[in-house]
């Protein structure tokens, strides 16, 4: 079991646990608007009381993306038979699940530890994947000698343990991990973004979130490249209730707070939308962004990165319409909608209203999620009603 290599130590890396545990519940706020926080002192306070997870949170999630990095890179080196084959993903999204789970029971022992995650071992524990157990577990081993702060290595069965503390269902009570070790798994396979998002909820509510986008410019996006200094890629973003939204390099730049568009007019703002079609209804997209306004296509890309790019103001809105029954789960949004959140955004359903962590591993939504800047929310949700009642009335008549 993992847990057999857990008991009290802790990383002499990281700043070690000064503050008194203070839950959500002494401070009843609100994550969607920084607005609507009763005061500055309460708003430090309450960070403050998530500093020593966010810290570990960052850890994993940056050592994650260096094995993550690892794996893409061979296999976009190598033929196209391979790519087109799933493995490669496979032993990065375990092995992602594995080591994060580890670094946050080795950082924060506690008797409660919950993860709500995307992989289960069932697959791995089968004969036939032993030669993939093996690989994951050798991946996670380097990953860690590597970075150095932990002079220990994994056995098959600790890999396995760590991968399955991620079936937690999560709820309204109590504290609960939230981890999609690879959120954008197509654009992984295919060289482009993806992202490594962690989030935990504190009594229903996100209190922090990382969004680690190795493959996500440090320029914004679509504006042209200048000099090879600002070509270097690889970002991390986080935050935490009433922190504000941070973003560094993966290369360990010094942090700097980021903060939504503030255009207020959609002929200047440009949208995201995801890379892969099957994800979103598009017709629905185009005839929200016409009603609105705006003018530039869409940006198109995969995974949170999208919620990354908004966070510090590469587009100004992210549109969201899975086909009907497509359930949203609570680790594709959940890292990116406190990044967001922080930086001054707003994320909703399609009918305004806030998404709510605290009811399992789903997210049970009205049609779709919405975000962008406190000013132009109430010209898109007009938006967005006009253009579900067309396609209401045309499916109608159909
Ligand atoms: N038919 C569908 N409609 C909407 N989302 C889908 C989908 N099929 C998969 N997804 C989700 O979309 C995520 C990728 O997001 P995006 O479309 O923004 O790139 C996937 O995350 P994984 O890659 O972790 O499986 C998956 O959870
Ligand atoms: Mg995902």
Redesign the pocket.
């Known amino acids: 079991m993992a847990s057999s290599l857990l008991p009290g130590l802790l990383s002499s890396t990281l700043p070690s646990k000064t503050l008194t545990r203070l839950s959500l519940q002494q401070f009843p706020i609100r994550p969607t608007s920084r607005t609507q926080y009763p005061s500055l002192r309460v708003l430090s306070i309450a960070s403050m009381a998530y500093e020593r997870e966010l810290s570990v949170a960052k850890k994993a999630a940056s050592l994650a993306s260096r094995l993550c990095q690892k794996v893409q890179k061979a296999l976009l080196q190598s033929d196209v038979q391979s790519k087109s084959d799933k493995s490669p993903v496979t032993v990065a999204d375990y092995g992602t699940q594995a080591l994060i789970s580890f670094v946050l029971q080795r950082e924060i022992p506690s008797d409660s530890f919950s993860l709500v995650a995307?992989e289960d071992s069932g697959d791995l524990r089968k004969e036939d994947s032993k030669e993939i157990l093996k690989r994951i577990t050798e991946l996670v081993n380097d990953t860690l000698s590597a970075d150095g702060t932990y002079n220990l290595s994994l056995s098959e069965d600790d890999v396995l343990a760590a991968i399955d503390s991620g079936k937690s269902e999560g709820g309204p009570h109590g504290r609960h991990w939230v981890l999609?070790p690879?959120?954008?798994?197509?654009?992984?396979l295919r060289g482009d973004q993806?992202a490594i998002a962690l989030a935990l909820l504190d009594e229903g509510k996100v209190v922090l979130g990382v969004l680690a986008c190795p493959n996500l410019p440090s320029r914004p996006i679509g504006e042209p490249e200048k000099n090879s200094l600002q070509n270097s890629v690889g970002c991390l973003f986080s935050a935490s209730i009433g922190g504000g939204s941070v973003l560094q390099l993966l290369d360990g730049s010094s942090p700097t707070k980021v903060h939504v568009s503030t255009t207020e007019n959609p002929a200047e703002a440009s949208f995201f939308e995801?890379?892969?079609a099957?994800?979103?209804m598009r017709d629905l997209s185009s005839s929200i962004a016409k009603k609105l306004g705006v003018q530039a296509p869409p940006v198109r890309?995969?995974?949170?990165a999208?919620y990354g790019a908004l966070a510090r103001g590469d587009g100004a809105i992210y549109l969201?319409f899975?086909?009907q029954g497509?359930r949203?789960?609570i680790?594709?949004h959940a890292a990116g909608y406190i990044v967001v959140a922080e930086a001054g955004g707003v994320v909703s359903d399609a009918s305004g209203k806030p998404l709510d962590f605290s009811r399992g591993r789903y997210l049970d939504l009205d049609t779709g999620i919405i975000v962008t800047n406190q000013k132009l929310m109430p010209l898109l949700l007009n938006a967005v009603r006009e253009a579900l009642k067309e396609q209401s009335q045309s499916a109608s008549t159909l």
């Open positions: 995307e999609d690879i959120d954008g798994t197509k654009g992984f993806y995801s890379y892969e099957a994800h979103s890309i995969d995974s949170q999208k969201r899975p086909h497509y949203e789960k680790w594709d």
